[in-house]
């Protein structure tokens, strides 16, 4: 199982996601200026009869600097559930209907956090989630290690 999810992230995703992640990086200046995480999805490009495009709604909670957010995205196969968070700023906590998503922001300041000191993830998350606590939020999904 975990050679299958690796080849889904290296070949089915995270190809499909250098086109909008680029895009994403130009509108908001290289990650300066945040996007609108609610920001309406367009019409599928990709589709040639929008009749035909079979659409679902996911639900994500959103991990941003100051709060988590519960939003609801639209997607279909000719725009996949990754391509819309990506293109609004947020990277999937799994290939496959992902419940959790995290601000490209926050990736980045906790890239800039681990090259520079020994990395500990269990104690930036458990520290993340002691935070949020004190914000009153709560996470009502774990994401395990192994998976």
């Known amino acids: 199982e975990e050679k299958n999810q690796w080849r889904r992230w290296t070949q089915d995703i995270i190809p499909t996601l250098i086109t909008p ?9 290289r990650l300066r200026s945040p996007s609108d995480i609610q920001a309406a999805s ?3 490009p990709a589709c040639t009869n929008l009749n035909d495009c079979v659409q679902h709604s996911l639900q994500v909670t959103c991990i941003l600097f100051d709060r988590l957010e519960d939003i609801t995205i639209a997607y279909c196969a000719c725009r996949p559930s990754p391509v819309i968070l990506i293109s609004r700023g947020l990277f999937l906590s799994s ?3 992902p419940s959790i998503a995290v601000d490209l922001r926050v990736l980045e300041f906790v890239k800039k ?35």
């Open 21 to 29: 992640y680029l895009a994403y990086l130009r509108r908001t200046e």
């Open 42 to 44: 367009p019409d599928c």
């Open 95 to 97: 290939p496959v209907a």
């Open 113 to 147: 956090l681990f090259v520079w000191m020994t990395p500990n993830t269990t104690a930036w998350c458990e520290a993340l989630e002691s935070f949020f606590d004190g914000q009153g939020y709560k996470l009502k999904t774990k994401v395990s290690e192994s998976g």
